[in-house]
């Protein structure tokens, strides 16, 4: 482009440095999202995730061992001894404190005094010794306040809870279970029956032809806010109120338009001769259909099932009206992930972990069918 | 688990009886009412082709025409109709209660801001997206990564950036990005530099790029030539509309440099009202940025070689062939990448509703209507609100209608 190769590759790099930034920038959300679902409530709200990879300096509420079953006796002292942190922990104690309001009172290695007598010394690879008279030393563990830097820690628990242990709301598997449920009839129905109308509005001459594609592409963009109440009454009418049906028939209908359009544009592209060759060798339009155009077409139905999987599994507006009822026992994932941001709004772990369970599925199908995706919009988008 | 039961059951049933609906009347059709054999055989065959594609569509145009045409009919219907009073006819009552809220001018002004901005930042973060990753080794890579908040659902969305907005106390560590990124400022000369000048580049460039499409469009009404009356008024009113838009940045140009920030404390960004909608809107242009880049590359590969290589032969430098020889090849696309993010823009709903819910002044319209429907119960003015929808759709509507007709002929 430019005449000398300085400022060529100079331009490489710029454009090299901004894509990365751009990619980074684009990332850096959902990656939050990926780190903060293996990390547990404290380690979410004591810092940010970006600090998840590396040790982190946390303050820590830790306690002794509880005296009832530890002390001994030492010269007429009682002693409780240990450790506080677990077997195999590399904590690094910057400083500690025995109460709430002084955390930060004494290095590692020095000796607090706690008054008459009583003494608790707290090594720095966490050992301690808690010594005092009888009274002193009963009742619950002594409590010890550490500022320490911790290793970074990682755990799937939230997705043993989220997936299998949780209970009521914190519990998605039956949720999950609700969307494939809606999803795959869903994707499959509609795109046999928008199959035939394409390849009659691609390949049959009929009157009207032309009056019909151009209500398609117009029905393209009709909002679905336009039919939630007339099909609501309408579901009513007919007696199924809210269920899979009602939320199958809708998707069914809201998919046609796209699919039709699609498979239509795709179908009129394909080689002439094979058809006209084989009306003369006496094929019915049925037989055509069926063994030639269906195979062909392959790329294109492949397009709009991943268009189709992607819409009605990241649903919430069709599975809310149609769908869900009061007793709540056909809701979708995304439906409960709302609900989930209302009632534990705080709960990151909880919260991140769900979200991350939702988008996990499209996120397989995306990197798995990228090519067909790619190739359905750039057919898909009214030119 | 019986839900998936009746699931498989539905499919079954939903394949075998398309594929038995299609399959039989093919052969009813073809052995029993008009038979291809017998002495009308060439008749019966020429009645059978003619009536063969109504039965290939037939499922598709009741479908089509009970869930997509059939309720634009029935909500138009539907928004002159008091359901308490009967179903009795009641004009535009419904409308009037509708425009005396003022929850639905808040909406309108808010989805009028999603519109402009929205279809702007994603198509000029894609078209730059694009012309970037085509010129690496690696843009493949980088496109399916800009690419993948696409196969995100609008709710998971909403928790990714509920996270990044995340507020906590001025004494704690935040665990918010964006809160974690605005403490670092405390009014020196770095937050001056990013937080007064960066904005006030971006928004005079803003101003200049509308400023300059302005002028083109006036350009030949100053020449005379304008091609028809009405594309005269379309072109001033575009101008029109491209001024007011300039005076608006302009102004926010002098409102940034006024306003005194709050640095140090940590700020509930989705109760920021007015500017809560930018960080919705966020959210949108974050997903929509890959379909504007996966379309434009494609358009922008598409271009013919001769061209460029003319201007470079011309001693154009990279600027000048973007902005001069590819932009205007590949304008068709980008009004296509417009005006589909348009109406995506104009459905909006999971994102407001899962992250704010309407409060805090970001209603938008598709919400207002769901709110209306379920909470205030009030089917009239739902209705009314969804026409206001289709009202805005329309002209996209008809634009495509337009051009699809003109590619068949």
């Known amino acids: 482009m430019a005449s000398n190769s300085g400022t060529k590759s100079g331009l490489t790099w710029a454009v090299n440095i901004s894509v990365v930034v751009l990619v980074a920038l684009w990332l850096f959300p959902t990656v939050g999202l990926f780190v903060s679902s293996f990390r547990t409530a404290d380690q979410i709200s004591a ?21 009832d079953d530890t002390r001994v006796e030492e010269n007429g002292r009682f002693v409780v001894s240990g450790r506080v942190f677990e077997e195999g922990m590399d904590v690094d104690i910057s400083a500690w404190g025995v109460s709430s309001r002084a955390i930060d009172d004494y290095q590692p290695g020095d000796t607090a005094d706690m008054g008459d007598g009583e003494t608790l010394t707290l090594a720095p690879d966490g050992t301690y010794v808690w010594s005092g008279n009888d009274d002193q030393i009963s009742g619950r563990g002594q409590r010890i306040f550490v500022t320490a830097t911790t290793p970074p820690e990682l755990t799937t628990d939230n997705y043993t809870t989220i997936l299998f242990s949780g209970s009521g709301q914190d519990n998605l598997a039956k949720a999950f279970f609700n969307t494939l449920t809606v999803t795959i009839p ?12 394409a390849y009659a509005l691609a390949w049959m001459e009929f009157p009207g032809r032309a009056l019909l594609i151009a209500a398609i592409v117009a029905l ?92 009605t599994y990241n649903d919430l507006l069709v599975a809310r009206v149609f769908l869900i009822d009061a007793t709540g026992q056909t809701t979708v994932m995304t439906a409960q992930i709302v609900e989930l941001l209302g009632t534990r709004g705080g709960n990151w772990e909880i919260l991140a972990t769900a979200a991350f369970v939702s988008i996990a599925v499209p996120l397989a199908v995306f990197f798995a069918m990228q090519k067909y995706l790619v190739r359905g919009l750039l057919a898909g988008s009214v030119k | 688990m019986e839900a998936a039961l009746l699931g498989l059951v539905t499919i079954a049933i939903g394949v075998g009886g398309c594929v038995g609906y299609f399959y039989f009347s093919n052969v009813i059709l073809d052995k029993f009412i008009y038979p291809a054999e017998g002495p009308n055989a060439g008749h019966n065959i020429n009645r059978a082709n003619q009536i063969r594609p109504w039965l290939f569509l037939f499922p598709a145009i009741a479908a089509l025409g009970l869930y997509l045409a059939y309720p634009v009919f029935e909500t138009l219907r539907l928004s ?11 004009g535009f009552a419904n409308y009037q209660q509708m425009m005396s809220e003022p929850k639905f001018w808040e909406a309108m002004r808010n989805n009028m801001l999603w519109l402009i901005v929205v279809p702007a930042a994603a198509t000029a973060f894609g078209l730059l997206a694009a012309q970037l990753t085509d010129r690496i080794s690696w843009g493949s890579v980088a496109k399916s990564l800009i690419f993948m908040p696409m196969a995100i659902s609008f709710v998971g969305a909403s928790v990714i950036f509920k996270l990044v907005y995340d507020a906590r ?30 904005p006030a580049i971006v928004l005079l460039g803003f101003a200049g790029i509308v400023g300059y499409v302005a002028y083109l469009l006036l ?8 091609g028809g ?30 306003a005194d920030l709050a640095y140090g404390e940590p700020q509930q960004w989705l109760t920021l009202p007015y500017y809560n909608n930018f960080f919705l809107m966020v959210v949108l242009i974050w997903i929509q940025t890959g379909f504007a880049m996966v379309i434009l590359s494609a358009a922008l590969r598409g271009i013919p070689e001769e061209t460029i290589e003319a201007a470079v032969i011309d001693g154009a430098n990279p600027f000048q062939i973007f902005f001069r020889i590819k932009i205007p090849q590949i304008m068709p696309t980008i009004v296509v990448v417009w005006t589909t993010i348009t109406l995506t823009v104009l ?45 805005l759709v329309t002209p996209i509507l008809v634009w495509n209608v337009y051009n699809a007709r003109k590619e068949m002929r």
């Open chain 2, 347 to 391: 459905k909006v709903f999971d994102i407001v509703f899962a992250m704010t819910n309407g409060q805090w002044e970001t209603q938008v319209l598709a919400n207002y209507m769901f709110d209306k429907l379920f909470r205030a119960n009030d089917w009239g003015v739902a209705s009314a609100s969804a026409m206001v929808i289709m009202l």
């Open chain 2, 169 to 198: 106390g001025a004494d704690q560590n935040q665990i918010g990005v964006l809160n974690a990124v605005w403490m670092q400022f405390e009014g020196g000369a770095g937050s001056f530099l990013f937080l007064k000048i960066l």
């Open chain 2, 80 to 90: 002159f109709i008091d359901r308490d009073a009967g179903n009795a006819f009641v």
């Open chain 2, 219 to 226: 350009r030949p009404l100053m020449r005379g030539a304008g």
């Open chain 2, 229 to 258: 009356a009405i594309f005269s008024a379309l072109r001033v009113l575009g101008a029109a509309g491209a001024a007011y838009l300039v005076v608006v940045s302009l102004r926010t140009v002098i409102s940034v440099f006024s």
């Open chain 1, 220 to 311: 393209l963009v009709v909002p679905l806010q336009l039919a939630l109440i007339p099909l609501l009454r309408f579901h009513e009418w007919i007696g199924i109120g809210k269920g899979y049906l009602g939320v199958w028939l809708a998707h069914t209908g809201f998919g046609l338009p796209l699919a039709i359009y699609l498979l239509r544009n795709y179908m009129v592209g394909l080689p002439r001769d094979i058809i006209e060759n084989a009306r003369v060798d006496g094929a019915t339009d049925f037989q055509i259909f069926v063994k030639i155009i269906l195979p062909l077409s392959f790329p294109a139905l492949a397009s709009f099932a991943i268009f189709q999987f992607l819409w």
């Open chain 1, 186 to 197: 869903a994707t499959v129905i509609p795109i046999l029956i928008a199959a035939f109308a």
């Open chain 1, 47 to 67: 810092s940010g995730w970006w600090g998840a990879l590396f040790p982190a300096e946390q303050n820590l509420v830790l306690r002794t061992s509880d005296p």
